[in-house]
């Protein structure tokens, strides 16, 4: 194959084609396999399919070169040297233009080859109907990126569950034993780490970079389902805002791009230039080429946790629920004027440190001096804008920030401690298994998401009503409380008749107010009368003679092959993944 190698420059600006279909047209003079057009600022050397006839020849079988006029003009290249240098880097060298300024965006992948990899990961999640058990276990495949401090950055969705992860190098047919440091369900990151000397020979570490900026471009690199081998997508940035992580079920701030995250994209780096603006980490169902990266300052959050703490710490919350005061009754109401802003305040968590200084009805003006709009947004680099819960995910944990409130027409201002706070009905939970506790074939669990899950895909309807709306609406009333749910009855002649029971809350054990599984199950095994009673939701009462129930566990336990009336941590024995790994670190060292 050849190339026309053209006139010069200045006489090429002159000779712009009007249209794609007059290409050849307006060069069916020259008897050549390579031809180059300028239009706008842009420079197209067009590589011709060998033929013998140019009438032949369309648009759909040629190979399209662009880059910049300007960058060409400025370093002084002949059309010659222009050719020569789209000849010998092939297509992965092409200039990009990026943030209104060439820049070579293929340096900043040939940096990437020696540092991402990819992940094969085997998991076996909990099977939260039958808590004493896992589900079959799966292997699924992601990507990663080298950090400083020989680590390994990706998705917590990644590893999440994991019996067994191996990581293998772009160009390598080696796949090394991985083990995971770290993991932060909330914000989807996790750390790995590779002890294998041999693995991080000729490996680099990527940059943190800053939050683009809209329309500034980005490549994502990671390993996507479909082949095997390292893939690379470009696009720009779209949208910068707080967005649902799924896998968390959290609301962070995320980065919206139009190019395509598949599955295996996740844990792969976004690079702007050539550092990493995220993490590839989701995309838009129903949608095409959309997909969400991690931005750096979630990132930064997550590992500084970690490295200081030794382990993930999550994400402040003030633990307040707001509503936005764009109404101007409502603002009259409460006495705001015209010139100022701010939340109402519906709700407070007993947990919090706010709950012991802030109030229902008092209007949030500002946090930490950052004033807050009535449809709760804060002021955001060039014009933009978004949610204050963004500036309060930011804090670390047990740091202390100013809130201006209005009270009762005055203004006030407190210090209030930020810390992470837990639901009393968890979100998610990877890494261990189901706690559960097994007595007279009674099953009790306490009440999490993943439980209701269990229900289906459309589990808000499919679950029982009253559990659902307590899953997602009520507040602990104190630290480590739990709803401890009878989920289901193991049939036997000392239940006979309790079956229809299941699904039910339960209150009391003997009359005693139960705070969370561990205490109903001390509350059991240490009964000390005749018959043992349980008070349940509306009000049904189950009443078992404690000797017979304790011989008729045994037997039950025995008929339906589980090996133990209770989980591990209700006895102490149970040890997390991340806690293993820490072990067995700790057990190579010595």
């Known amino acids: 194959m050849q190339m026309l190698l053209g006139p010069s420059l200045r006489s090429l600006r002159r000779q712009l084609w009007s249209s794609s279909s007059s290409i050849f047209s307006n060069y069916s003079s020259f008897n050549s396999s390579g031809l180059l057009h300028t239009f706008s600022n842009t420079l197209r050397l067009i590589i011709l399919p060998s033929t013998s006839s140019l009438s032949t020849i369309s648009t759909k079988n040629c190979n399209f070169h662009y880059f910049s006029t300007s960058a060409a003009v400025a370093a002084n290249l002949s059309t010659k040297e222009i050719v020569s240098k789209v000849t010998r880097r092939g297509q992965r060298r092409r200039l990009?233009?990026?943030?209104?300024?060439?820049?070579?965006?293929?340096?900043?992948?040939?940096?990437?080859?020696?540092?991402?990899?990819?992940?094969?990961?085997?998991?076996?999640?909990?099977?939260?109907?039958?808590?004493?058990?896992?589900?079959?276990?799966?292997?699924?495949?992601?990507?990663?990126?080298?950090?400083?401090?020989?680590?390994?950055?990706?998705?917590?969705?990644?590893?999440?569950?994991?019996?067994?992860?191996?990581?293998?190098?772009?160009?390598?047919p080696t796949k090394y034993r991985a083990q995971v440091e770290a993991v932060g369900h909330e914000c989807d990151l996790a750390i790995l780490i590779v002890e294998s000397d041999e693995f991080w020979e000729g490996m680099n570490f990527l940059e943190l970079g800053d939050i683009p900026f809209l329309q500034q471009a980005v490549a994502v690199v990671g390993y996507p389902q479909g082949g095997d081998n390292?893939?690379?997508?470009?696009?720009?940035?779209?949208?910068?805002?707080?967005?649902?992580?799924?896998?968390?079920?959290?609301?962070?701030?995320?980065?919206?791009?139009?190019?395509?995250?598949?599955?295996?994209?996740?844990?792969?780096?976004?690079?702007?230039?050539?550092?990493?603006?995220?993490?590839?980490?989701?995309?838009?169902?129903?949608?095409?080429?959309?997909?969400?990266?991690?931005?750096v300052p979630v990132i930064k959050h997550f590992i500084t946790g970690v490295v200081e703490h030794g382990k993930y710490v999550g994400f402040c919350s003030l633990g307040l629920s707001c509503q936005t005061t764009e109404n101007v009754q409502l603002r009259n109401n409460f006495g705001m004027r015209s010139e100022v802003t701010g939340v109402l305040v519906n709700k407070i968590n007993p947990l919090s440190d706010a709950y012991q200084i802030l109030k229902k009805d008092d209007i949030i003006l500002a946090f930490d001096g950052v004033p807050i709009a009535n449809d709760g947004t804060v002021a955001f680099r060039n014009r933009e804008r978004i949610t204050f819960d963004h500036l309060v995910s930011m804090k670390k944990p047990n740091e202390k920030s100013l809130v201006r409130v209005l009270r009762d027409g005055k203004e006030h201002e407190f210090s209030i401690t930020l810390r992470p706070l837990q639901p009393l009905v968890p979100?998610?939970?990877?890494?261990?298994?189901?706690?559960?506790?097994?007595?007279?074939?009674?099953?009790?669990?306490?009440?999490?998401?993943?439980?209701?899950?269990?229900?289906?895909?459309?589990?808000?309807?499919?679950?029982?009503r009253r559990l659902c709306e307590r899953a997602l609406r009520e507040l602990p009333k104190k630290a480590g409380e739990q709803l401890v749910i009878l989920s289901q009855v193991l049939m036997d002649d000392i239940n006979a008749g309790y079956e229809r029971f299941a699904d039910l809350q339960v209150k009391k054990v003997n009359g005693v107010e139960i705070e969370n599984l561990k205490h109903l199950c001390q509350l059991v095994e240490n009964c000390s009368t005749e018959n043992l009673r349980f008070d349940l939701d509306d009000d049904r009462v189950v009443v078992l003679n404690y000797d017979v129930a304790k011989i008729a566990t045994s037997k039950i336990l025995k008929r339906h092959r589980i090996p133990s009336a209770m989980s591990g941590d209700l006895n102490g024995e149970q040890i997390s993944e991340i806690e293993l790994a820490s072990r067995h670190k700790e057990w190579s060292q010595s």
């Open 96 to 172: 990009a233009k990026t943030c209104g300024k060439t820049t070579n965006a293929y340096a900043a992948i040939e940096l990437a080859l020696d540092s991402v990899v990819k992940i094969f990961t085997v998991s076996s999640s909990p099977n939260y109907g039958l808590p004493w058990q896992n589900k079959s276990q799966r292997e699924t495949t992601g990507s990663g990126f080298v950090i400083p401090g020989k680590k390994i950055l990706t998705n917590a969705h990644v590893v999440a569950d994991s019996t067994f992860v191996l990581v293998r190098k772009h160009g390598s």
């Open 230 to 295: 390292i893939s690379v997508t470009k696009g720009v940035v779209s949208r910068v805002e707080p967005t649902q992580y799924v896998h968390g079920a959290t609301q962070l701030m995320a980065i919206q791009i139009d190019a395509a995250i598949n599955p295996g994209n996740s844990g792969g780096p976004a690079i702007m230039g050539n550092k990493v603006a995220g993490v590839a980490f989701q995309n838009l169902s129903g949608a095409e080429n959309i997909g969400y990266i991690i931005p």
């Open 427 to 464: 979100v998610h939970q990877f890494d261990k298994l189901p706690s559960y506790y097994i007595f007279a074939g009674l099953v009790f669990i306490p009440l999490t998401q993943p439980y209701l899950h269990e229900y289906g895909e459309d589990w808000y309807n499919t679950s029982p």
